[in-house]
């Protein structure tokens, strides 16, 4: 089985503060999350920011700033902003980041409600822009896939040229779909021959969700945008505290845990 991404999603748009002190705003905060998910295992830093009062932006100077100082203490590490950004945001601002051309960045595959009133809208036509754009601007989308008609869409659009083989998905499991064996295994079986696959399990699922990846020959998506809990009641310290438990499951099960260098080599990224 090839070596566990981890990938450590460490910031997220709408976990505060008040669900866990630990949570970054600021560029410090963020790169110190980011280091402490690097020095633990991580090798994909799933990448949101923040005002310093923890308002959710895409400004592409506040990403510049956060990828900056990212880099200076991890600087292999492959960072992948989000261009879902938060509910309510144009697709003018979600996009900046992919200006500075990163490596990676998300590319979710759909709408869907997302808690209360809020709606995550991803249209037909938003998709199609964020993909053919990604294309442009060499990033590899990683495809965040919240149901099974995602990964239809992704498809879909991958046969019209707005998406690049080989595919990377992200099963985000507990939002929309449940997080069952079950669903994994039918997500698993619905994307094409050479896709990788990664599944980010919300709230209690993370580390659930966590174990069948690491059996399961997927990757594994850990950190605050999902889970602010190392156990149940346990405030996690820190995102390295999450990627810490995963690299210890992983290694119970036998799984190897990848490098950056073997990161890039199984998501066919160029190598630095
Ligand atoms: N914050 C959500 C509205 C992504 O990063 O691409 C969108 C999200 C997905 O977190
Ligand atoms: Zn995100």
Redesign the pocket.
Known sequence: MEKLIITAAIC???VTKEDNPAVPYTVEEIQREAKSAYDAGASII?L?VREDDGTPTQDKGRFKDCIDAIKEVCPDVIIQP??????GMTDLERLQPTELHPEMA?L?CGTLN?GGDEV?TNTENTIKNFGKIMIERGVKPEI?VFDKGMVDLAIRYHKQGFIKAPMHFDFVLGVQMAASARDVAFMVDSIPAGSTWTVAGVGRHQFPMAALAIVMGGHSRVGF?DNVYLEKGVLAKSNGELVQKVVEMAKLLGREIATPAEAREILSLKPL
């Open positions: 997220g748009a709408e799933h949101h989000s261009t879902g950004g938060a509910v998300t979710d997302f995550f965040e945008e």
